[in-house]
């Protein structure tokens, strides 16, 4: 029975690669539990497997967390690090009783696997160490320290999200808490650091449910209170099979680079096997407040690209302009003209850009889509026209655009009210639909057929600008 007051939960990522979409919705779901609750959350790097783990991996993991706005209470805590006190602890479960030294050698390891593969059931340790004298042991040999298990009866785990689930105590087996060179197993320094870092509550994925079981019978070994559990369903593809990189199973910095705000990214994790009746978003203070895993699924979860860029077209429709250009930057820097659009940036673009951020944000669902709706503003003149502005700029276009130059160039201000009065004064005396003059316009300015509203490219550009790239096309 769990007594500690405060809530104490962990993220626990493995650092041999990028911190996956999976992952990320495990951490927030930890951390919007603990904030609930008004307590912690902390993070383990669980860097045992040394062969595999790499600093690499421990920063994309760090700054993927962070470009999400989930990081762990406290500094993270190494797993390796402290080896010395998961063999302390092993030592001491020998010394009262409850592990002991096994000698098997790998070629009685592979006998009992053909065996239990004949007889068609799961491969078992047989316990053969289990009660004999070490003094019996092959001279030399080295032993790896199992757990003595109970062999009857069932262990039983009350969990948050799936309910009372049982496994028979046969099943699981003596398993191997320390390896014959030394060093723990993931199953022994997980119970011991989640013991002394006072996790309250472990909420993973439900591929650790069985690992529950084990881990729990060495909390009860050790005489420690077991955390209370929570596993969360995985998330599968919208066709219902296991997630795959097709599906969306990328890491955090590639949906950053794909042009997802973090806040949409975010709300749409919460989405992901949790439910608070039909609402869709939610801002932080809102998932803390309401967040709960009674509202958990059992079902998986299924990823969805599209679900994910309507909520995002959403979050950078209502974000403002420093907002949105700030959330650009890592855009820009994975373009493949992106030292072109810094420079572009750096010589004027950056006041035109911001002006006409909301306009864009209304045409895309990505950053990326926004980034490319914007790279009229960075381009040199004259512009280079695609397919459809080169059919708008017919003969006709071109004419009334010189006209129009005359009467821009002869306004007094330059704001939206004048430069879109001259327009339509423009269109009224050659009798044409304001979309006939406005069209033209919008390919001059742009090179494309669509954009923000054509009196505001016209403004952010500046009258130098502008007038220059009507100039350009006009005769």
């Known amino acids: 029975m769990q007594t500690k007051s405060k809530v104490v939960t962990r993220f626990a990522p493995s650092p041999t690669g990028f911190l996956h979409i999976g992952g990320a919705r495990t951490a927030l779901f930890n951390w919007l539990y603990a904030r609930h609750h008004g307590g912690e959350m902390k993070l383990r790097i669980e860097d045992t497997d040394r062969a595999r783990s790499t600093d690499a991996a421990i920063g994309a993991i760090l700054d993927g967390l962070g470009w999400l706005g989930i990081e762990g209470d406290g500094a993270p805590i190494y797993q390796f690090a402290r080896a010395e006190r998961h063999r302390e602890v092993v030592e001491g479960l020998v010394a009262a009783g409850h592990a002991y030294r096994c000698y098997a050698s790998q070629a009685e390891l592979a006998e009992m696997r053909e065996k239990a593969a004949a007889e068609g059931r799961p491969p078992r340790y047989d316990g053969r160490w289990r009660d004999r004298d070490p003094s019996e042991a092959p001279a030399g040999a080295l032993p790896v320290i199992r757990l003595k298990a109970p062999q009857v009866g069932e262990t039983m785990i009350e969990d948050a999200v799936q309910g009372t689930v049982r496994f028979a105590n046969k099943e699981l087996d003596d398993l191997v808490i320390l ?13 011991v650091d989640d013991h002394d870092m006072d996790i309250t509550d472990i909420i993973r994925g439900d591929d650790h449910l069985t690992n529950a079981a084990r881990q729990s019978l060495i909390y009860q070994a050790a005489g420690w209170e077991v955390p209370r559990m929570a596993h969360i369903p995985l998330i599968h593809g919208p066709d219902g099979a296991k997630l795959s990189k097709r599906h969306g199973a990328l890491g955090v910095d590639a949906y950053r680079d794909m042009g997802y705000l973090p ?3 975010r709300n749409y994790l919460v989405r992901l096997g949790w439910s608070h009746g039909d609402d869709e978003f939610f801002s932080t203070e809102e998932m803390v407040a309401q967040f709960g895993l009674e509202a958990v699924g059992r079902s998986p979860a299924r990823f969805d690209f599209a679900k994910l860029e309507n909520m995002n077209g959403h979050y950078m429709r209502a974000a403002t302009p420093e907002r949105l250009r700030e959330a650009l930057d890592p855009v820009i820097d994975v373009a493949e003209d992106g030292a072109a659009v810094r420079a572009a940036l750096s010589a004027g673009a950056e006041a035109p850009l911001l002006q006409l951020l909301p306009g864009l944000a209304e ?10 709706n914007a790279r009229f503003l960075f381009k040199p003149r004259p512009l280079a026209l695609d397919e459809k502005a080169a059919k708008i700029l017919d003969a006709d276009a071109r004419r009334h655009l010189g006209a129009l130059h005359a009467d821009l160039t002869a306004l007094p201000d330059w704001t939206v009210e004048a430069v879109e009065g001259a327009v339509r004064a423009y269109a009224e005396r050659a009798e044409l639909k304001l979309g006939k003059v406005a069209q033209p316009l919008r390919a001059a300015l742009t090179g494309t057929s669509t954009s923000p509203g054509i009196f505001d490219v016209l403004v952010a550009l500046g009258r130098e600008e502008a007038l220059g790239r009507i100039a350009d096309q006009a005769s």
């Open 263 to 265: 806040e949409a990214l």
């Open 363 to 372: 045409r895309a669902k990505t950053l990326v889509e926004l980034l490319e």
């Open 179 to 191: 390896r014959s060179d030394g060093t723990p197993t993931y199953m022994l320094a997980v119970v």
